[in-house]
């Protein structure tokens, strides 16, 4: 469907940025911007295929991926100045993204005959793992092992999407629903600073 | 055979509730407890199934592997004051479980027709490969690379138990001795502080 | 090719070095020693061909990649005092080995059927990835994100050898010819302290 492949572009778009932004902290050269901003937009998908068996990983087979970061690149580096008054809408597409590559990420899995709790995993594992070795190779604790609720809410979302899918709901519907879902979460936990618990803590 | 399959679920058991134990001193919530006890359980086998190109991964076609991290996890959660007092249990399984994963990860490689010298870095790869990728997530230096000596045992353990299957002995023999003599080697180790000589040193 | 074939472990042999030496400062064990001279030499290699879905990767294919990681690793431990001084000459080893490794990585993917966006960029991890590893395995920011330009030959390089190809040049000179590209550009690199830019350097 034609809206989908446009918000896969946008997600990865908007990703690519989040990798690039973390570059100017550190001071990285282009070279590393450029590595950083790549593995932070394909990097969730890359270890999904990966461990599935989907390969080559499927950003390959469609170049417009690539474009589409280094369009984020250059955005970068022009409007970096505006990036942050952006902020929200920046947030927004985030977000936008995060829930889509979750559903993209457990449809593929679910094709290729995966039970429904490794889809569910496969596609939160999509929308994060990005950022988890975009922090890795920048030599932080993953941030989402800290402080943030959203991988929760890819988890939470895809097992709604699944639900809504065994209710008979429309794939469409389903979709939206569940992105909608994880919007809405992941926005009220920015705003009420929800955050999970922290086991054992002393 | 039953026992081999209820001794990778006990080693599953372990591996995780070592994982989120390390989530205990990094302060992570909940989410992060159970992605870093998810990696260390399956995280070895991961990488040598995406190496050897037997995909999906092993994990994804049981869910049992699931079921058993996430009692880890739980365990850990309900019994953490008990399982320091346990420590010496803790440790006899986790050595059970690392032995059990470098034979079964030797087996599966060599099932694909590679080399035994490759075989033997599978196992050793499927046996600590976990801990490897805890550490790194939580910003450590990988304590295997420093301190432990479970990593030859693995190495060595994985020589003999080919010797043992070139001289005849029959699978479930050579996999036992091959066992225990992993876990003599690195109980002595414990016992005894060896250690590795570290090359170069000034 | 035969020429090929033993630049491929020369490469293999000095990456396996430039792993050992790195182990020295951080004062690792002989286990710890032997996994980053390992992951050093064939991590690129590996990371591609599990994206590529070339699998076993390529290196399990060949016992003699572990030999010559083996004799690597023994290399630096008998003459590391004489490694220092040797030290224009491994460099040289090395430049050669990335040149041909990103060349190797590039046909490869190439030969899969896949975009020559896709084999240049695979042609650069090839090449470079294997210390980003190294450095992440280390606890360190990796190298190539801040002071090396090579990342940037290598991916120029593959550039060069694709239009060369196009050129109708016979493999062998396109493939001399960007080898010695890959090399002029890094030597004259590190002599004139070539960097490339930071982007949004305050």
Redesign the interface.
């Given at each position: 469907m034609n809206y989908i492949y446009i918000m896969d572009m946008v997600g990865t778009f908007v990703f690519a940025i989040s990798g690039?932004l973390v570059?100017?902290k550190?001071?990285?050269?282009?070279?590393?911007?450029m590595?950083?901003a790549l593995v932070t937009a394909v990097g969730g998908g890359?270890l999904r295929d990966?461990?599935?068996?989907s390969?080559?990983?499927g950003w390959?087979?469609d170049?417009n991926y690539?474009i589409m970061i280094g369009l984020g690149i250059i955005f970068?580096?022009l409007f970096?100045k505006y990036i942050q008054k952006l902020s929200k809408t920046m947030f927004l597409f985030d977000t936008i993204g995060i829930g889509l590559f979750t559903i993209l990420g457990l449809q593929k899995t679910l094709g290729?005959g995966?039970?429904p709790?490794?889809a569910v995993?496969m596609g939160m594992v999509s929308a994060v793992f990005g950022g988890?070795v975009r922090d890795?190779?920048?030599?932080?604790?993953?941030l989402?092992?800290?402080k943030e609720?959203y991988?929760?809410a890819c988890?939470s979302g895809g097992i709604i999407f699944l639900l809504l899918d065994v209710l008979g709901l429309q794939n469409d519907w389903s979709m939206a629903i569940t992105v909608v879902y994880i919007m809405v979460i992941r926005i009220l936990a920015v705003k009420r600073h929800w955050?999970?618990?922290?086991?054992?803590?002393r």
């Amino acid at each position: 469907m034609n809206y989908i492949y446009i918000m896969d572009m946008v997600g990865t778009f908007v990703f690519a940025i989040s990798g690039a932004l973390v570059a100017i902290k550190k001071e990285f050269d282009f070279f590393g911007a450029m590595v950083i901003a790549l593995v932070t937009a394909v990097g969730g998908g890359t270890l999904r295929d990966m461990m599935i068996g989907s390969t080559p990983v499927g950003w390959m087979n469609d170049t417009n991926y690539l474009i589409m970061i280094g369009l984020g690149i250059i955005f970068s580096v022009l409007f970096r100045k505006y990036i942050q008054k952006l902020s929200k809408t920046m947030f927004l597409f985030d977000t936008i993204g995060i829930g889509l590559f979750t559903i993209l990420g457990l449809q593929k899995t679910l094709g290729l005959g995966l039970s429904p709790m490794i889809a569910v995993l496969m596609g939160m594992v999509s929308a994060v793992f990005g950022g988890v070795v975009r922090d890795t190779l920048t030599n932080e604790v993953p941030l989402i092992f800290r402080k943030e609720i959203y991988a929760t809410a890819c988890l939470s979302g895809g097992i709604i999407f699944l639900l809504l899918d065994v209710l008979g709901l429309q794939n469409d519907w389903s979709m939206a629903i569940t992105v909608v879902y994880i919007m809405v979460i992941r926005i009220l936990a920015v705003k009420r600073h929800w955050s999970l618990p922290i086991p054992f803590q002393r």
